[in-house]
């Protein structure tokens, strides 16, 4: 299986700060990377897919890049719905397989 | 607009078979290339991928589980479902049903089953 790691696992950020999450594959994985929002007691939402490519919907404070191992998630000035955990997921091989998740609250 | 709905006991014995069901309304199960997916989150924890079946009717299964699962579809009432058996209490999960299509765009609310006598 491809492990997914993600950095930091919980961050504390203000309305307003750009915020960077790492999202990393224990094996190249071209782009076949996808990030979601997850907000308590709801289902995960889809945010970027294939790397970079914003889902329909989702504001374009939201962006993703990276290839290969290494990827990142910028939220470019965040906001008060913003605050949620967020995590990355591989689709290069099955099993599918997520990363542990990333906190963001409020500082 | 494509929405699931997932339904099924919310409580299983140990031992026993869990079974859900995922409604699909605003498309069909058994039309485009779409893969129908089974994702679960302990209570605190992060997201499992269970396994999916494909529009074609082909199945995948995560290794871990494999042995447990069955997913089949029913393109009468557009459903597809989960069958895990010989549950154990770390099967205590909100299990999801998803569609796939360059990510998961589409997920049900959800459903908690808890494995306890």
């Known amino acids: 299986d491809i492990q997914m790691t993600q950095s930091p696992s919980s961050l504390s950020a203000s309305v307003g700060d750009r915020v960077t999450i790492t999202c990393r594959a224990s094996?190249?994985?071209?782009?076949?990377l996808n990030w979601y929002q997850q907000k308590p007691g709801k289902a995960p939402k889809l945010l970027i897919y294939?790397?970079?490519s914003l889902q329909s919907g989702v504001p374009s404070r939201f962006s993703g890049s990276g290839s290969g191992t290494d990827f990142t998630l910028t939220i470019s000035s965040l906001q008060p719905e913003d605050f949620a955990t967020y995590y990355c997921?591989?689709?290069?091989?099955?099993?599918?397989?997520f990363g542990p998740g990333t906190k963001v609250d409020i500082k | 607009q494509v929405q699931l709905q997932e339904s099924g006991p919310g409580l299983v014995k140990p031992s026993e078979t869990l079974s859900l069901t995922c409604t699909v309304s605003?498309?069909?199960?058994?039309?485009?290339?779409?893969?129908w997916s089974w994702i679960r989150q302990p209570p605190g924890k992060g997201l499992e991928w269970i396994g999916y079946?494909?529009?074609?009717?082909?199945?995948n299964y995560n290794p871990s589980l494999k042995s447990r699962v069955t997913i089949s579809v029913d393109t009468s009432k557009n459903q597809f479902s989960l069958k895990l058996s010989s549950v154990t209490a770390p099967d205590t999960a909100v299990y999801y049903c998803?569609?796939?299509?360059?990510?998961?765009?589409?997920w049900g609310q959800g459903t908690l089953v808890t494995v306890s006598s």
């Open positions: 998803a569609r796939d299509n360059s990510g998961y765009g589409y």
């Open positions: 605003g498309g069909s199960v058994s039309s485009g290339s779409y893969y």
């Open positions: 079946i494909y529009y074609s009717g082909s199945t």
């Open positions: 094996q190249s994985i071209s782009s076949y």
């Open positions: 294939a790397a970079s």
């Open positions: 997921q591989q689709s290069y091989s099955t099993p599918d397989t």
